[in-house]
């Protein structure tokens, strides 16, 4: 995000200092053409050599006034809020997308940990006392358990095979529910900050219009600022845009593969409860 607004800074520099490189180019050539027609004048002319380099020096020296930094200290009010918003924007989506990632990969690593442990164990009590507390498997399996442990009252009106079904069914629901937290706040930054972006851009072509008619002439001076501040802040809007979609996709084909390990699993551990009696131990 830094580079891509770095380049469309620097691109606003070049627009606005494309006109001001042409008056040196030409006092060069003068300089230039003046030793054919007066070599009279030449003597005079050796001691301009260090004022020029003394004064490209201190050309280089002087602070750009329509970079990201004189965005930052000479923007109003309106374009420092936008700024804030895109900044929250950027800043949750990549804390959604770094921890939704790190879910995901403790998620594969509990799946493969049920494929070995839990389908070799004695009972399904024992295989889900093998998994972590915090595996969804361990928890599919317990909320199964429960299911063909408790049917009695008016559950009995239920068929158990229908009770264990929807139990396992919305523990699933359940677990596909909390994957998905922080989904939608990747597609509503990856749909609003482009316009947050341009909203930034409207305000500064505003502000140099409002320049233009209170100097009342079109100067460069007038206009570079604001369009500089315009163009930076659709580069910002963009590039705060661009991760949250890439992220969103990213993340929900993950959790696909994820759901479809845990409804395969589901499907499976209906079939156990279903075909053997689960005895339920004591605790302690």
Not at 98 to 105: P, R, S
């Amino acid at each position: 995000m830094l580079k891509t607004t770095r380049m469309a800074a620097l691109a606003a520099v070049l627009f606005v200092a494309a006109p001001v490189a042409v008056v040196p180019i030409a006092a060069l050539a003068q300089t230039t053409a003046a030793p054919a027609t007066a070599p009279a004048a030449a003597p005079s002319a050796a001691p301009s050599a260090p004022a020029t380099k003394a004064s490209a020096k201190g050309a280089e020296l002087v602070d750009n006034p329509y970079g990201l930094e004189a965005l930052l200290r000479g923007s109003d009010i309106v374009a420092r809020v936008t700024l804030a918003i895109l900044a929250i924007m950027s800043m949750g989506s990549w804390y959604i997308i770094i921890t939704k990632v790190y879910e995901q990969y403790k998620m594969g690593r509990h799946a493969r940990t049920a494929d070995k442990a839990f389908w070799s164990a004695p009972s399904v009590q024992k295989g889900a006392e093998g998994l972590k507390k915090t595996s969804p498997y361990r928890f599919i399996a317990e909320t199964g358990i429960e299911a063909s442990t408790k049917h009695g009252g008016l559950l009995t009106n239920v068929d158990m095979n229908e009770w264990i079904t929807m139990s396992i069914q919305r523990a699933i629901e359940n677990v596909q529910s909390r994957s998905q937290d922080g989904l939608a706040f990747l597609a509503t930054v990856g749909s609003t900050a482009p316009f947050v972006g341009l909203f930034g851009t409207v305000w500064g072509i505003v502000n140099a219009l409002t320049a233009i008619g209170v100097a009342g002439q079109a100067s460069i001076d007038k206009v570079a600022g604001p369009v500089g501040e315009a163009l930076i802040m659709t580069a910002i809007g963009l590039a705060v845009a661009v991760p949250a979609v890439l992220g969103y996709n990213w993340l929900v084909r993950r959790n696909k593969t994820a759901m479809d390990n845990i409804r395969s699993f589901g499907a499976d551990l209906h079939a156990v409860l279903l075909s053997a009696k689960v005895q339920p131990q004591p605790k302690g």
